[in-house]
Antibody, heavy 120, light 112 residues
């Protein structure tokens, strides 16, 4: 079974940095594109970032461009999101989401999420 | 591309039929429209893609329809496990830098 397990979330002051990780198992990781999606408390879903199978193609939402960096280590079946210059509006649960084989932005499996709270 | 879901909340009883609406601000290319189900404290779960194709393991009481700018998700007979929040999403990837994937605001289906 596909498993995605996020970690690294926590309470951080505005302007701070955080590194989120996603450990993948149950599928051939380097065959699939991957994403981060977030959900602010009591709110809807917002796509954050996408990375291609080899990491050659990367996309970000305008709201995080220049502050967040996505990367992957296919040897370790791992996805990472580096969050810098954090703002209160970045407070959310961050989900790691696997792309379907045929469509980059169709998310067929999700992790349970890791919470990020940006507050002083 | 903005997706607007209505209504915000539906209060229904088990066994009832429910239809959820998702309207796009512009035409969704190739009907790249998906639906996700989210229960409290859980991650979203893909239930429908291509507007009308059920994801793996989704029961046939769930159906999707629509094209262009108007889409619907129908649950023919609500089961207790169907009470949840439902989000629509467009996943066209032809212009990822200028037209990223977007989600609707969600419709909560609650027990009456």
């Amino acid at each position: 079974d596909v498993q995605l397990v996020e970690s690294g979330g926590g309470l951080i002051q505005p302007g701070g940095s955080l590194r989120l990780s996603c450990a993948a198992s149950g599928f051939t990781f380097d065959t699939y594109e991957m994403n981060w999606v977030r959900q602010a408390p009591g709110k809807g879903l917002e796509w954050v970032s996408h990375i291609s199978r080899t990491g050659n193609f990367i996309y970000y939402a305008d709201s995080v461009k220049g502050r967040f960096t996505v990367s992957r280590d296919n040897a370790k079946n791992s996805l990472v999101l580096q969050l810098n210059s954090l703002r209160a509006e970045d407070t959310a649960v961050y989900y790691c989401a696997k792309s379907s084989f045929d469509w980059l932005f169709l998310f067929d499996h999700w992790g349970q999420g890791t919470p990020v709270i940006v507050s002083s | 591309l903005v997706l607007t879901q209505s209504p915000g909340t539906l209060s229904l009883s088990p066994g009832e039929r429910v239809t959820l609406s998702c309207r796009a601000s512009q035409s969704v290319s190739n009907n790249f429209l998906a639906w996700y189900q989210q229960k409290p404290g859980q991650a979203p779960r893909l239930i429908m893609y291509g507007a009308s194709s059920r994801a793996t393991g989704i029961p046939d009481r769930f159906s999707g329809s629509g094209s262009g700018t108007d889409f619907t998700l129908t649950i023919s007979r609500l089961e207790p496990e169907d009470f949840a929040v439902y989000f629509c999403q467009q996943y066209d990837s032809s212009r990822p830098n200028t037209s990223p994937p977007t989600f609707g605001g969600g419709t909560k289906v609650e027990i009456k």
